[in-house]
């Protein structure tokens, strides 16, 4: 079993950058694909980007590809989401979690944080 925190999450002025983190408990973190994952008031949870196991291969959604990185240092059982660029439309809570395959579907991912708040401003 995992278990996922993520911090990081604040106010920033659009254009402006944010380094959310996802800290996980258990030793078979490195056994996990990561993803993050974001959802706004009244939409659904979509996703943003996905990191495989050990790092080599990345997902990006379309609306993120060039501003948004996603990383992971299995040593200390961390993935973070470095996002620059932002904009008033990246507002949203941010989820990571964790799935035994690189996936893109929400469904696809059994554990999760709690999220953490990212509001962009005009």
């Known amino acids: 079993q995992v278990q996922l925190v993520e911090s990081g999450g604040g106010l920033v002025q659009a254009g402006g950058s944010l380094r959310l983190s996802c800290a996980a408990s258990?030793?078979?973190?490195?056994?996990?694909?990561m993803g993050w994952f974001r959802q706004a008031p009244g939409k659904e949870r979509v996703f943003v980007a996905a990191?495989?196991?050990?790092?080599?291969?990345?997902y990006y959604a379309n609306s993120v590809k060039g501003r948004i990185t996603i990383s992971r240092d299995n040593a200390k059982n961390t993935v973070y989401l470095q996002m620059n660029s932002l904009k008033p439309e990246d507002t949203a809570v941010y989820y990571c979690?964790?799935?035994?395959?690189?996936?893109?579907?929400?469904?696809?991912?059994?554990?999760w944080g709690q999220g953490t708040q990212v509001t962009v401003s005009s």
């Open positions: 258990g030793r078979t973190f490195s056994s996990y694909a």
């Open positions: 990191i495989s196991s050990g790092g080599g291969r990345t």
């Open positions: 979690a964790a799935a035994l395959t690189i996936r893109t579907r929400p469904e696809d991912y059994g554990y």
